[in-house]
């Protein structure tokens, strides 16, 4: 066996076997040249592969003695992150898509303050949320939505985000949700795979109401808790990795607004240990 992949993964078992809270950030993505010759078939392939990557770049660079040790875990390569500096923020537009692997309001608020972090932003320009699906064999409702859209009102109140928006709401429940929400959502994703056109009458309802329409091709799932797992294992070879359970993952773009290119963009992806 190679010593180098040998001391690599050792070093990986400490600083994983060591933390509870686990935080990897891919980097720009639009600069990583490694990730770049390869086209994911689907989103899911995509974040599994930056899982992989980053994680293996990162325990490669690692030199770990028991002072370094620390929680939550930051794997994050630094070479490869691209803040934003105060005198162009203007011209970017900051976008991201928030997506819930459980429960939990914090989630919200931890996710769009390290977002604000590693992008050195005060602000993002919008947020879509993906709350965690329903029980199977149950429907989505408003009840559902709620305690995810309070938090989300509550940081638009404070100025942590600027708009939010939706996804795969068909109108009734979109309507809904306009009805009782104070901050109203001002866009709605529909994945074109489940509908090859969009309804006539959630149309109606987003042009009447000015909510932007948008496509996506994100599964209903995103990365299942084994997916996670295995991504880690492939990425730290030899690691035990059940007890680690993925709480949410953050995909954001910075657009040039003048010229409508992507300038960077990215994945933030927090995990938790069942048992610490």
């Known amino acids: 066996m190679d010593p180098q992949n040998t001391n690599t993964n050792a070093a990986g078992n400490g600083l994983l076997n060591h933390g509870k809270t686990f935080r990897l950030h891919t980097g720009n993505l639009v600069n990583r040249s490694r990730l770049k010759k390869k086209c994911p078939s689907s989103p899911s392939e995509e974040l599994r592969d930056c899982i992989q990557a980053t994680l293996r770049d990162w325990l490669s660079a690692a030199k770990t003695t ?23 923020r203007d011209e970017l537009k900051v976008s991201v898509k928030l997506f819930l692997c459980e429960s939990g309001q914090s989630a919200i608020r931890d996710a769009v303050e390290i977002a604000c972090q590693t992008l050195a932003v005060s602000q993002l ?23 995810v859209w309070e938090e989300l009102e509550a940081l638009v109140r404070k100025q942590k985000i600027a ?26 994703q529909v994945n074109l795979a489940s509908c090859c056109v969009m309804p006539p009458d959630l149309t109606a309802f987003a042009k009447e109401f000015d909510i ?22 492939e990425g730290a070879p030899g690691l035990s990795t059940t007890e680690w359970r993925l709480e949410w993952v953050l995909r954001y773009s910075v657009i040039v607004k003048s010229r409508g290119i992507i300038r960077s963009k990215g994945y933030l992806v927090n995990a938790r240990r069942a048992n610490p």
């Open 66 to 88: 028991n002072a370094d040790f620390q929680d939550p875990l930051d794997c994050c390569i630094p070479e490869a992150t691209d803040a934003i500096s105060p005198e162009e």
């Open 125 to 147: 320009d919008s947020v879509i949320i993906a709350p965690p699906g329903p029980v199977e064999g149950d429907n989505q409702t408003l009840a559902h939505l709620q305690p």
């Open 163 to 188: 708009a939010i928006g939706t996804s795969d709401l068909d109108k009734d429940l979109l309507e809904q949700l306009y009805n009782w929400a104070q901050v109203k959502p001002s866009s709605n």
């Open 212 to 233: 932007q329409l948008l496509t996506h091709n994100d599964p209903k799932e995103l990365m299942s808790a084994a997916a996670f797992q295995e991504a880690m294992q």
